[in-house]
């Protein structure tokens, strides 16, 4: 059985027969109890066939899925006690890992209307209309997987470390084009020399490259005389820095981009949620056209200019 270890969460796959009485304890408590799922819709006839995931706490069975032949990803369960630490962004991803090894070309599943945003934040794009499935509101959702790929993806990266050591990584992997969204280029993470000089590398490769960067506030960067200012400045024709003052689109989040097939980002509301796909051409245009669309709303700031102009 294949095992994967997130921070103190173990996440593998189940023996139907032999865990039995341990997933239908985790989904009893979830479906049936809390949401009041009835239990002929909950336990059907396809569980015998899919693929469980377990995420266990030391001993304690916490959390679980199912992936059906088909590519349909469901039955995904967190006890309440351990929601909100990145244990079902886990669990889902073992679930598509796992339909990557099978050779399927997309995963699907049926959303809770709820947490649609979950979902999207690990891949999915919604397609179709609302519809009630136990009588809950529902969402379906889809998400393509590179063929005879096994997408590599890490998730629950804290901030700023090692979110910052991840975005150095990714910035030096670019050939040709980056997208940085952050709402004040934070020093912690982009302020600092191995960043900067992969940025450097980039720009003067070739003239083809674009290193495109976005925030909302100009005045952190002015006060502490940002790196990425200086070089913006330096090279304005391959570092286009600018900014925009507001967009019902952007909540805050801190976004790179690398060459329409990587991808490290973090929500606006968590430090600890971050999540990386340094290989994802799927995950990296959905990321690109949030950033397109605010980019067209955004325009260079005065302050950005040089002192020697």
């Not at 270890?5 to 139907?16: F, G, M, S």
């Not at 630490?85 to 073992?94: D, F, H, K, N, T």
Request: net charge negative; charged share 25%; aromatic share 8%.
């Amino acid at each position: 059985m294949s095992i994967e270890q997130v921070d103190e969460l173990t996440l593998r796959v189940a023996d139907w027969q032999e865990d039995l009485a341990t997933l239908r304890a985790i989904r009893e408590q979830v479906f049936i109890i809390e949401q009041a799922v009835p239990r002929e819709i909950e336990w059907d006839d396809k569980d015998d066939t899919a693929v469980h995931i377990l995420g266990t706490l030391g001993d304690e069975p916490v959390a679980c899925g199912r992936l059906l032949p088909d590519g349909k990803i469901g039955r995904m369960a967190v006890l309440a006690p351990y929601r909100g630490r990145g244990i079902g962004a886990a669990v889902l991803q073992a679930l598509v890992d796992e339909a990557g090894k099978q050779g399927l070309d997309s995963v699907y599943l049926h959303a809770q209307a709820h947490a649609g945003d979950f979902y999207a934040r690990g891949g999915f794009s919604t397609y179709g209309e609302p519809f009630l499935e136990a009588d809950i509101p529902h969402i379906a959702m889809r998400m393509p997987l590179e063929p005879g790929q096994t997408p590599g993806y890490v998730t629950r990266i804290s901030y700023p470390q090692p979110f910052s050591d991840y975005a150095v990584t990714l910035c030096e992997s670019a050939n040709r084009e980056l997208c940085i969204l952050s709402p004040a280029l934070d020093h912690r993470v982009f302020d600092n020399t191995e960043l900067v000089s992969a940025l450097s590398a980039l720009a003067r490769s070739t003239r083809h490259a674009r290193i495109r960067i976005l925030v909302s506030d100009h005045r952190p960067l002015i006060q502490r005389s940002n790196r990425l200012l200086a070089l913006a400045r330096r090279l304005p024709s391959s570092v286009i820095l600018q900014q925009l003052d507001e967009h019902p689109d952007w909540k805050g989040e801190t976004l790179i981009i690398r060459d329409r097939n990587g991808v490290l980002y973090k929500p606006a509301e968590s430090d600890s949620a971050a999540f990386y796909e340094p290989d994802s051409r799927a995950g990296a245009e959905r990321q690109l056209l949030l950033f397109d669309e605010l980019w067209r709303h955004s325009a260079p700031h005065i302050e950005f200019r040089s002192s020697l102009l």
